[in-house]
């Protein structure tokens, strides 16, 4: 969501067994870490009766960032330009976003700022108290306000989504993980809301559930496809695998065959895998390269002492 180059295998195996593959940056591999870090400690805080503060914001937003860093900008006639970004404290200078119109989009001031933070801080405990939202409705409208406050210079985004699951891990909900084949249907959706809503940011930080009927919509949306995967993960999955956030299905047997082979022995060769299963070398090239393609296998070392690791799941 936020431009990390990492796909989802490098940050399944980066985060299950501390390797990299490929090539990578180092600051993604780093903003990797920190945000499996940041998602552990949400988990660790929706599960204790600790009112959620300001300051539990502010720690998370510390860990995501790791440290402060410096931005330079080139500005017409060769001004270079910088500014600061501090981990962990609200913003300093006003920050904007560019809409598909062209249109400048500001968020809350650094001066609104505080004050719109203790406010939503106090609306939710009160919200949450009253309970008579359900957590989906709550954690659409605190993720909401929160991004028209829009509070820390860098990491608002990520901060919003975390935060949103901490309210439904609070309330025993599945997390919701916006894929980034639909990154297009939630801006559209948020879009849709800061419509409604207006741009004054004081307006946006007070939004009803009326007005972010859109961005509830498309939540909902993905609240029931994590809640179809759950079921089909207690009922089994026979046939299938679990990839990428989506189940992956073959239509050859000859696929989950070379698939097992590979998973009992790693180092195995072509030949061995023609010979094991009686199938010519150039057929279990054509899967393998297929499997590679589409990212369910890689190949790491050498080609003739280097390993395979299978990136497919069978729940």
Known sequence: MEGNTLTYGQTEVLLLFGK?????????LEEMKAHNIGLKMVLEEAAT????????????HKVLLREDYVVYRNLPGGVTTSYTV??????????????PSGERFEYASPKETPMLMSDIIQWYQ??????????LELAALF?????????????NGRIARLMMNYILERHGYPLIVVPTKTKQEYLSALSAVDVIVGKLPT?????????????????????????Q??????????????????????????????IHEIQADPYISIRALADRLSI???AIQKHIKMLKDKGYLIREGSVTRGTWRVLLTKL
């Not at 993720?143 to 990491?155: K, L, Q, V």
């Open 49 to 60: 009766n600790n009112p959620l503060t300001e300051t539990f914001i502010r720690q998370l």
């Open 20 to 28: 990299v593959i490929g090539e990578a940056k180092m600051k993604d």
């Open 229 to 258: 995967t759950d079921i089909a993960v207690a009922q089994g999955s026979d046939g299938h695998w679990w990839f990428n956030g989506g189940w992956v299905s073959f239509n050859s047997f000859t696929v989950e065959e070379i």
């Open 143 to 155: 993720h909401y306000r929160y991004i028209r406050i829009h509070p820390f210079e860098d990491g």
């Open 86 to 99: 501090h981990a962990g404290c609200y913003k300093t200078r006003p920050n904007s976003v560019i809409t």
């Open 126 to 135: 009160t919200e949450e108290a009253k309970a008579e939202l359900n957590p």
């Open 280 to 282: 010519n070398a150039s």
């Open 203 to 227: 307006s946006g930080a007070r939004a009803s559930l009326s007005q972010v009927q859109p961005l509830v919509s498309y939540l909902e949306k993905l609240m029931t496809m994590e809640m």
